[in-house]
């Protein structure tokens, strides 16, 4: 069976500071991982996405995340936080479209 | 970029009534979409993958009668919740994949319901 664990639910950061949301999946096969935020009133949007290759992956908004295999984990890194940052964070793994995601993380972040 | 919208964004019902949600893929096709159901401060549970021109395939544990999926077209599915009760209560999120982009989402905003 699948899961996907973010052992933090909520993270206080102060602006300009760094981030790191943990995940940790199970999986039967490699997945496919994915890291999401969503913010009020919006959906869900796609930061990053893992699939094969370089385990340092790239995002959006000055995201990255590190795929290592031998921790089955996932974790999603910014190096300097936005206020505009705050919002809630989804890790997800998968593949062929079905995704099981994590419970998620809220990021508050201070002045 | 792709849209996906939801119509409503938030319905308020009475127990035992039925309301349907939209999801629509508003700049590309979708053969298929996915329907979610998010708990507060919980992750989203897939419920059931919807089908253009068949019947959608649920996931273990949801109850088929009770959440009729409709694929009308390659831009449209629609999720009924019949005979809603207090329970039922919960954010539903649609998705589409978007052909040729392995593995990526699009997600609509979501549709708060409550059930009275």
């Known amino acids: 069976a699948q899961s996907v664990t973010q052992p933090d639910i909520h993270i206080t950061v102060s602006e300009g500071a760094s981030l790191e949301l943990r995940c940790n999946y199970s999986?039967?096969?490699?997945?496919?991982l994915f890291w999401y935020v969503q913010s009020p009133g919006q959906g869900l949007q796609l930061l990053l996405k893992?699939?094969?290759?370089?385990?340092l992956v790239q995002g959006i908004k000055g995201f990255e995340a590190e795929f290592k295999r031998s921790q089955s984990s996932f974790n999603l890194r910014k190096p300097s936080v936005h206020w505009s940052d705050a919002a809630e964070y989804f890790c997800?793994?998968?593949?062929?479209?079905?995704?099981?995601f994590g419970a998620g993380t809220t990021v508050t972040v201070r002045a | 970029g792709a849209v996906v919208s939801q119509h409503p964004s938030w319905v308020i019902c009475k127990s035992g009534t039925s309301v349907k949600i939209e999801c629509r893929s508003l700049?590309?096709?979708?053969?298929?979409m996915f329907w979610y159901r998010q708990f507060p401060k919980q992750s989203l549970m897939l419920m059931a993958t919807s089908n253009e021109g068949s019947k959608a395939t649920y996931e273990q544990g949801v109850e088929k009668d009770k959440f009729l999926i409709n694929h009308a077209s390659l831009t449209l599915s629609t999720l009924t919740v019949t005979s809603a009760h207090p329970e039922d209560s919960s954010f539903y999120i649609c998705s589409a994949p978007r052909i040729g982009q392995v593995g990526e989402q699009y997600f609509g905003p979501g549709t708060r319901l409550t059930v009275t």
């Open positions: 999986y039967g096969a490699t997945p496919y």
């Open positions: 893992y699939f094969s290759g370089d385990t």
């Open positions: 997800a793994v998968g593949r062929d479209y079905k995704l099981s």
């Open positions: 700049d590309f096709q979708a053969t298929t």
